[in-house]
């Protein structure tokens, strides 16, 4: 399970990125060191200039052609920047691009959904692109054995919950995990566990927490429910002994940190770990400082149990 795997369709050079509303807010920290473990690895990507928010709450509950618009707005960007391939850091927004396209390959939806972006100015979107994970595109273009390679500080000592989340493998139709050459386990997804590995962490494999909801879909209309999810994914990490969780979406990073005080107040202050973005744990490895890698940027405050194990 090793080295890089092939395409899932046509490769760019350099793929174009699309950001999201996510990661130049809250998220920002993941952009940042997103950019760092790229650079590092030698990887490269052409970040969409004007591009709008995917719709990935709840503009689909309002109406199914804007839902479908606005990612297609995205992706018809990427395509007159002449790019095959899109890559995307947060899972809602991979959701929401993976599901645009789907939609649009029924003649009549398309031409609906053309007619909408041409009266906004926007050029037509041919359904052509290819959408991943930015976790999938490190995976697949640098694989672990490069990624060991870049390592200048082990996680040694470090033991980690890998947290993929709900929409980074479902549904299968729109995300082709599973079906598509160069895609994760569907059932057992283990890209993210390769490469923390390769950066020197311990990776917990009794953690049946790895693949639940956040509960990010519940957070307005059930709190106690959204909680008692967020507080799941917590609860299992210490149960499997981690120290960390990692996260490759923002939406489950923000929700599960947004509920730690109530987390803490109805479980018990034991339950709760530090949770950090996945490439602030391989920047951190590749050489960056705690700040550097803006791990106290997060909530959590992941930074301050890192530096009681000794990193600065």
């Not at 976790?135 to 980690?160: H, K, M, Q, S």
Request: contains cysteine; aromatic residues 8%; charged residues 20%.
């Amino acid at each position: 399970m090793s080295g890089a795997v092939p395409s899932r369709g046509p490769s760019d050079p350099v793929p174009a990125y699309y950001p999201g509303c996510s990661l130049d807010g809250l998220g920002k920290a993941y952009e940042i060191s997103s950019r760092q473990v790229l650079k590092s690895l030698g990887l490269s990507l052409d970040r969409i200039v004007d591009y709008n928010c995917c719709g990935a709450t709840e503009v689909k509950n309002l109406s199914q052609d804007v839902s479908v618009a606005l990612p297609a707005r995205n992706l018809a960007l990427a395509r007159s920047m002449g790019r095959n391939e899109v890559v995307a850091a947060c899972s809602g927004c991979v959701y929401s691009l993976t599901r645009a396209n789907d939609a649009v390959q029924d003649e009549a939806t398309r031409g609906r959904i053309n007619s909408t972006l041409a009266r906004g100015g926007s050029p037509e979107y041919d359904g052509n692109a290819s959408v991943q994970h930015v976790l999938e595109f490190i995976y697949r273009r640098a694989g672990p054995d490069r990624v060991r390679a870049a390592v200048r500080r082990p996680l040694e000592g470090l033991t980690v919950a890998p947290y993929y989340g709900c929409l980074y493998t479902r549904p299968k139709r729109y995300t082709g995990v599973g079906k598509t050459p160069g895609t994760d386990d569907p059932e057992h997804p283990h890209f993210l566990d390769e490469l923390l590995i390769a950066c020197g962490a311990k990776v917990v494999t009794d953690y049946s927490a790895k693949t639940i909801c956040c509960g990010g879909g519940h957070a307005l209309s059930d709190l106690e429910v959204s909680v008692a999810f967020s507080a799941s994914v917590l609860h299992e990490a210490k149960r499997a002994g981690a120290d960390v969780v990692a996260t490759i979406c923002p939406l489950g990073q923000i929700n599960i940190e947004n509920h730690l005080d109530r987390i803490r107040a109805e479980y018990g202050d034991d339950v709760i770990r530090p949770v950090a973005y996945f490439t602030q744990l391989m920047s951190l490895a590749f050489g960056s400082s705690l700040r550097e890698a803006r791990l106290s940027d997060n909530f959590s405050r992941p930074d301050l149990f890192l530096r009681s194990r000794g990193y600065s």
